[in-house]
């Protein structure tokens, strides 16, 4: 068990001495360390169990201080930027010298992100280094939106957690780079590609692909709890298992065959951003029960609910 409190002090103190802090932002959880220092990076690694060739996200508490870190702010990037940051969405931008290679797993990209929780914003105005933080969760599983999530998985490997309370995104940041200048999202997140297009135009949905090695996150199988997840018509599952071994992720309304206390609603008001924050804390709960298979509905393919889809497929990819 770690310590868990909302002592930012004590959280600045570890930080600067190199230590792993786990820490609330407004999409999930993250495990955070002193991005300009390579055991700090490494640490992560090791806590995660994550494959070094995953790079790792920065977190800064301000757009105006990632300039010592980039070589280059594409136009679009700061459209971007201005819009929505603080807040859930990641730019990936042509490092500097200052960035570590083991942060960017070799890269000559990274990835930068302003967290708008305000806990987030105290402590990282309150450092003179970058964060980088993972989603606070051993590799391949689904992310943590509270710091119990957090202490339950790897509360015995990090000395602190600082608690935020629940995340109010709930999915992690949406990610977008810039081949030749144009908006790419690379990973669907807390805001919607309509949001995007909103304030910079069309942009390139790239976030399909099963094994991309330039962005793991975008593995086929990720998100995933262990008991095995489907997607599709729990009706169709009756027969092949007993009542009592099926779970259900369904979006408005249940579904009559299975009890309750086995089905996570994501939305009876169909609000794809309550649907959002409920979704992984529901995963897991159903997760914990004695089930033998979770069977997904996927929700329409607009606002939140792509994104939502999207860690549904990869859950379901095992
Ligand atoms: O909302 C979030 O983004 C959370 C919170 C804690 O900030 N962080 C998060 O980090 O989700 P992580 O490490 O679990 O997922 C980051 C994803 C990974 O899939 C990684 O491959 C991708 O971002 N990524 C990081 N740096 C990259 C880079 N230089 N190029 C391409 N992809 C990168
Ligand atoms: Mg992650």
């Known amino acids: 068990m770690a310590m868990i409190g909302t002592d930012i002090n004590h959280a600045v103190a570890l930080l600067k001495a190199g230590q792993l802090v786990a820490i609330p932002t407004e999409t999930v959880y993250g495990l955070a360390g002193n991005a300009l220092d390579l055991s700090a990076v490494s640490q992560i690694f090791k806590v995660k169990n994550r494959p070094s060739f995953d790079p790792l996200i920065i977190h800064l508490p301000a757009f105006s201080a990632v300039s010592p870190y980039v070589k280059a702010i594409p136009e679009a990037a700061a459209v971007l930027a201005a819009a929505f940051m603080p807040g859930p969405l990641t730019l990936l931008l042509e490092k500097s010298e200052q960035v570590p290679d083991i942060v960017t797993a070799g890269s000559a990209l990274v990835a930068v992100r302003i967290p708008a929780h305000p806990m987030a914003q105290q402590l990282l105005s309150r450092l003179d280094f970058p964060l980088s933080a993972p ?184």
């Open 135 to 318: 989603s606070a969760n051993p590799f391949g599983y689904i992310s943590p939106t509270t710091a119990a999530h957090v202490d339950e998985q790897l509360g015995p490997q990090i000395p602190y957690i600082l608690d935020g309370g629940p995340c109010e995104i709930g999915l992690e940041s949406t990610i977008v780079g810039f081949p030749a200048g144009k908006p790419t999202v690379y990973r669907k997140g807390g805001i919607a590609v309509e949001a995007l297009e909103g304030v910079a135009g069309p942009v390139e949905v790239r976030a399909h692909s099963s094994s991309n090695p330039q962005a793991p996150g975008m593995l086929k199988s990720h998100y995933a709890p262990r008991t095995p997840m489907v997607l599709g018509n729990p009706e169709d599952f009756i027969a092949k298992y007993r009542v009592e071994e099926i779970g259900c992720i369904r979006f408005q309304e249940a579904f009559h065959g299975v009890p309750k206390a086995q089905q996570l609603i994501l939305s009876p008001s169909g609000d794809d951003q309550e649907a959002a924050r409920r979704l992984f804390a529901g995963m897991r709960q159903l997760d914990s029960q004695p089930l033998s298979v979770i069977v997904a509905e996927l929700l329409p393919e607009e606002g939140l609910g792509r994104a939502i889809n999207d860690r549904l497929r990869r859950a379901a990819a095992r």
